[in-house]
């Protein structure tokens, strides 16, 4: 099972910086990642696939790279509903498996 | 496409969770659909899929105690997670899996529903 690993755990942003978040998969998953964001009491929502693509309707502030074993998601310009817990997934083995997340919150 | 979790939110230790996931604006017969569990403040987990064709997997840590079963008459699918334990308690989500063809990201959500194992 490949297991990914999130840095760091939490993230204190002010609203309008620019925030980087981490993923690392235990071994080559080329760019067969997804993120997603979570906000509390919510079921999570697809942002990002294929490590760069967005997601329909998700806002051009969200940004995803990488490839390989490291990935960032990159939020420019943070506004107040963008502070949840963000969560990267790996499909490039059975099973598909998740990272602990991150959470961002205000400072 | 929306998808809406049901089910009893208490369960007894060494009984059988059981849940239904309804699919609205699309129809079930195509794609593949999955169960995913997220413990209170914890991170998720896959349980497994059911793809379109009645195929399945689930999560090696899982896979005794899991059935899932497709309805496409009603468009719905289900979960069975038998012999449960307290370390069941979670949050369980249906999600679509919107590739026919392989198991990859997951979109849409359902809401989610609260599942506690206790006597």
């Known amino acids: 099972e490949i297991v990914m690993t999130q840095s760091p755990a939490t993230l204190s942003v002010s609203p309008g910086e620019r925030d980087t978040l981490s993923c690392r998969a235990s071994?080559?998953?080329?760019?067969?990642l997804a993120w997603y964001q979570q906000r509390p009491g919510q079921a999570p929502r697809l942002l990002i696939y294929g490590a760069s693509t967005r997601a329909t309707g998700i806002p051009a502030r969200f940004s995803g790279s990488g490839s390989g074993t490291e990935f960032t998601l990159t939020i420019s310009s943070l506004q107040s509903e963008d502070f949840a817990v963000y969560y990267c997934q790996q499909y490039n083995n059975w099973p598909p498996t998740f990272g602990q997340g991150t959470k961002l919150e205000i400072k | 496409v929306q998808l809406q979790e049901s089910g009893p939110g208490l369960v007894r230790p060494s009984e059988t969770l059981s849940l239904t996931c309804t699919v609205s604006g699309g129809s079930i017969s195509n794609y593949y659909w999955s169960w995913i569990r997220q413990p209170p403040g914890k991170g998720l987990e896959l349980i497994g899929y059911?793809?379109?064709?009645?195929?399945?997997d689930s999560n090696p840590s899982l896979k005794s105690r899991v059935t899932i079963s497709l309805d496409t008459s009603k468009n719905q699918f289900s979960l069975k997670l038998s012999s449960v334990t307290a370390a069941d308690t979670a949050v369980y989500y249906c999600a679509r899996i919107p590739n026919p063809d392989w198991v990859n990201w997951f979109d849409p959500w359902g809401q989610g529903t609260l599942v506690t194992v206790s006597s």
């Open positions: 059911i793809r379109y064709t009645g195929s399945t």
């Open positions: 071994q080559n998953i080329y760019t067969f």
